[in-house]
């Protein structure tokens, strides 16, 4: 983010980046780079455009400063980075009989043993035993303590695919 965008009151320069209104200001700061500026009534909302905390260091100042801006801050703030995105499955039922069953973590088969008799609870614990093992591409897979709820955690930080999970 080395570059710096300058921009002039029409009546003390000229060129590209002159402006006469705020209407003005807000449209040359939004071809500029690495923000976008929307304005309501005098005053003019800048946002990186690309979102995490490494926005918080685009500096914004007034060199000259013919109309007075007041700036809220020498930096951008308030940038936070993504959030891991989690879905939760819960085995409803215990096992009937003895065999195996499929759990389907999209599209892709895993095989899990179970035994007639057996809780939810153990089948959970179960299913993350074997998707642990085998693992499931972008997440980490675990299960709330003595409970039939199973956990799938992205491990990328960013909007990520939903995630697809059943019992066949």
Known sequence: ??????????????GANT?????????LIN???????????????VTAST???SGNTIAI????????????????????????EFTTFTVATGAASTGN?????DSVPYTVGVTSGQTPE??????????????VAGYT????PLSATIIFMSTAKQNVEDLTVSIN
């Open 101 to 105: 069953i499929t759990v389907m973590v």
């Open 1 to 14: 983010m080395d570059s710096v965008d300058t921009y002039t009151k029409a009546a003390t320069g000229n």
């Open 19 to 27: 402006f006469n209104t705020i209407e003005e200001l807000t449209e």
């Open 141 to 144: 897979v675990s299960r709330l």
């Open 31 to 45: 071809g500029g780079s690495f923000v976008d500026a929307t304005h309501s009534g005098a005053i003019i909302t």
């Open 61 to 84: 100042s007034t060199a000259s400063n013919p109309l007075g801006l007041i700036l809220s801050s020498p930096t951008l703030s308030g940038g936070v980075d993504g959030q891991a």
């Open 51 to 53: 979102a995490g905390v």
């Open 122 to 135: 153990t089948i959970a614990a179960a299913i993350v035993s074997k998707l642990t093992e085998d693992t």
